[in-house]
C-alpha cells in the first residue's frame, strides 16, 4: 500500500482490526491453495452479498485434522454466513466462528493429493468491500483488502505468502463495468438488466492484492500495446484520464530497470476506497479525491507501478519482511524522479524523507525496519518501512555500484518472481552477487534502531587534510562517506572514507582546500555536523 494517507488509516485500521495472530498463524499451514474462484452476486437494493467460492488446495505436505481458511464469522447484522460447503462433493462438518472456517479434513485425502473446495454463504461485509457512493452520488463496489482484509467477505489464506491464482466471476445490474485482476474472459447479459464478467489471473498473487471494482466506468487504453487501461467514472473522466496520462512513460521507465512486466496489464482505476493508491495486481486503485487532472500524482503512479515486480511478483514471506515491498516501491519512485525529473528533485525529495525518517524515529526510538514484535499491522506503515528501507537500497547501490547494484535486484527478483522472500534471502542474494559480506550494513540499517550522529572538524597543516570523526551515538556504525574537497580554482575532489570506529582522525595529502563537504549527495541517512 504505497503513498497511503496517513490520515485515513487510523480509520482503515480500526475497522479490520488486524493482528500479528492471524498472519502468524496462516505462515505455518501445511497445505497449499492454488487457485481462488469467487462467483460473485450484487445488486442495487441491498449491500448484501452472495457468493459461490471453490478452492483448489494441494496437500503436498500433510495432511491437517482441519483445514482452515479465514472468513469473517457473522457478528450482529454483518458476517458471512455459509449455507453449504463440500470437500471434492462430499459434505463435511464444519465450524465457523472466530473469522476462521475450520474445515474437517475428509480422510479420503492423502499427502500429495488435490482437493476442491466449495463454500456458498452469504452476508453484509464489514470490512474488505467497500460499497458506497462516489463524490457523484453514484454507487460503486471496490474491493480494499490490504493488509488481511480479504477474509472478512472472502475465504481465503490472508498471508503474503500464501499465493494462489484467482478468478472472478462477477454478477450486477446491467449498467455497471467490473474490473479485477487478470484477463477479461467474458462479458456476457445474462438475464434482462444483469451482465455476468469474468477475469482470470494466470499469475499467483496474495489475497492482499486479489481485487474486483465495480462502477459506472468509462474506459480507454492508454498505450499502443492495450497494457494499461485507465478506468474512470463517466462524471469525472476527463480530470483523471489527465492524471493517468504518463503512466505509459512511467511503466516504460521502470521496466528499463526491471525487465519485463510480470502481469498482462497493468491498469490505473479511479476508485472510491481510503488509500491514497493500492497497488492491486494488474489493476491500481486512486482514490478519487486524488485526481484532480493536474498530474500531481506520477509519483504516486511510479510507487504502484513499482509494486508490481515488488510486493505481487515478489512478496514478502512474513509481515516483519514488509520493507520488501513498501522501500523496494519507494526507491523505484525515487528511480523515475531522478531518470524523468532530475537529480535537483530527487535531492530535495530526499531532503523531506530523510526529515522525516529522523522524525519518526526521535518519536519511536527503540523501532527498526524489521520489527518482530507488533500487535497491530498498522505499527508496520511508517517511515521506516516505506521510506528508510528505500534510502538503504540507495546507500547499497552507493556501496557495491550501479551495475553490481542492478544485478542485485535483478537475481533476487528472478530467483523469488511469483513466490515469497524473507529479508535474509535478500541479504544471502546480496552477499552473493556482490561478493561481499554484507551482514553488518544490512544488521546496522535494517536491525537497529535509529541512525548515526556524526560530528566532524578539518584542519590544513603540512601540505595534508586532517579529517577529525566522532559518532555521537551509543551504537559504533560502519560508515563508506564520501568527503567532497573544493579548492580555490572552482576544482574539486571526493574522497572516501571508512568511518568504523567511535573516533577517527584521517589524513589526506592535497592541495590547501577552500571548503569541506561531507557525504555532498547526501547518500548517508543520518546527520554529519562540523564542530
Known amino acids: 500500500m504505497p503513498q497511503p494517507q496517513f490520515r485515513y488509516l487510523l480509520v482503515a485500521f480500526c475497522l479490520c482490526i488486524c493482528t500479528m495472530a492471524l498472519g502468524q498463524r496462516r505462515a505455518l499451514e501445511p497445505f497449499d491453495i492454488l487457485h481462488y474462484q469467487f462467483d460473485i452476486s450484487l445488486n ?12 483448489i488446495i494441494s496437500y503436498s505436505d500433510k495432511v491437517p485434522e482441519y483445514t482452515i481458511l479465514d472468513l469473517a464469522s457473522p457478528s450482529g447484522e454483518t458476517g458471512m454466513k455459509v449455507t453449504a460447503l463440500t470437500i471434492n462433493d462430499t459434505s463435511v462438518p464444519f465450524e465457523h466462528r472466530s473469522d476462521q472456517l475450520k474445515i474437517s479434513t ?5 499427502r ?7 463454500v456458498s454463504y452469504t452476508g453484509l461485509p464489514d470490512n474488505g468491500l467497500i460499497i458506497s457512493k462516489n463524490a457523484h452520488g453514484d454507487r460503486t463496489f471496490f474491493a480494499e483488502h490490504w493488509p488481511n482484509r480479504a ?14 491464482t484467482c478468478e472472478f466471476i462477477v454478477n450486477t445490474p446491467s449498467k455497471y463495468k467490473v474490473v479485477a485482476n487478470g484477463d477479461l474472459q467474458n462479458e456476457n447479459e445474462i438475464n434482462p438488466g444483469w451482465k455476468r464478467t469474468v477475469w482470470k489471473m494466470s499469475q499467483p498473487i496474495s489475497a492482499k492484492v486479489m481485487v474486483i471494482g465495480v462502477a459506472e466506468f468509462t474506459t480507454k487504453k492508454l498505450d499502443d500495446k492495450g497494457m494499461i487501461t485507465a478506468w474512470v467514472y463517466k462524471k469525472s473522466a476527463e480530470k483523471a484520464l489527465n492524471d493517468f496520462a504518463e503512466a505509459p512513460a512511467i511503466f516504460k521507465a521502470l521496466e528499463n530497470l526491471m525487465g519485463e512486466y510480470p502481469f498482462s496489464k497493468c491498469d490505473q482505476v479511479e476508485s472510491t476506497t481510503r488509500f491514497g493508491g493500492m497497488e492491486n495486481a494488474g489493476n491500481i486503485f486512486y482514490p478519487e479525491k486524488s485526481l484532480e487532472g493536474k498530474q500531481k500524482i506520477n509519483a504516486t503512479i511510479a510507487h504502484e507501478i513499482g509494486h508490481q515486480w515488488f510486493g505481487n511478483a515478489v512478496t514478502e514471506k512474513d509481515w516483519a519482511d514488509i520493507w520488501i515491498s513498501e522501500g523496494f516501491a519507494s526507491f523505484l519512485e525515487n528511480y523515475w524522479v531522478e531518470e524523468v525529473l532530475g537529480k535537483e528533485k530527487l535531492q530535495a525529495k530526499l531532503e523531506k524523507e530523510e526529515a522525516k525518517i529522523l522524525n519518526y524515529q526521535k518519536k519511536n526510538p527503540k523501532q527498526t525496519v524489521i520489527q518482530q ?6 505499527n508496520l506503515m511508517n517511515a521506516l518501512t516505506y521510506d528508510q528501507a528505500a534510502w538503504v537500497l540507495r546507500m547499497l547501490q552507493h556501496k557495491v555500484g550501479k551495475e553490481k547494484f542492478r544485478q542485485i535486484i535483478f537475481t533476487f527478483y528472478e530467483r523469488f518472481k511469483f513466490s515469497a522472500a524473507s529479508t535474509q534471502d535478500f541479504i544471502d542474494v546480496a552477499n552473493e552477487v556482490s561478493l561481499l559480506d554484507l551482514s553488518n550494513f544490512f544488521q546496522q ?3 537497529m534502531p535509529g541512525a548515526p550522529k556524526v560530528a566532524y572538524n578539518w584542519k ?8 577529525e570523526f566522532e559518532q555521537l551515538t551509543n551504537y559504533v556504525y560502519q560508515l563508506d562517506v564520501d568527503i567532497q574537497v573544493k579548492y580555490q580554482n572552482m576544482n574539486f575532489e ?4 571508512k568511518l568504523w570506529e567511535r573516533e577517527q582522525t584521517i589524513e589526506f595529502s592535497c592541495d590547501e582546500p577552500s571548503e569541506i563537504v561531507v557525504d555532498p549527495l547526501n547518500i548517508v541517512l543520518g546527520r554529519f555536523h562540523e564542530k
Open 106 to 110: 475428509p480422510p479420503s485425502i492423502h
Open 373 to 378: 514484535n507488533f500487535d497491530h499491522l498498522d
Open 445 to 447: 540499517w535494517y536491525y
Open 44 to 55: 442495487d437494493t441491498s449491500n448484501v452479498v452472495f457468493v459461490k467460492a471453490r478452492i
Open 112 to 118: 500429495g493429493d488435490t482437493s476442491e473446495v466449495y
Open 494 to 497: 571526493i574522497k572516501q572514507v
Open 151 to 164: 477474509h472478512r467477505w472472502l475465504p481465503v489464506v490472508d498471508h503474503p505468502s500464501e499465493k494462489a
Open 460 to 467: 590544513y597543516r603540512k601540505k595534508k587534510l586532517v579529517l
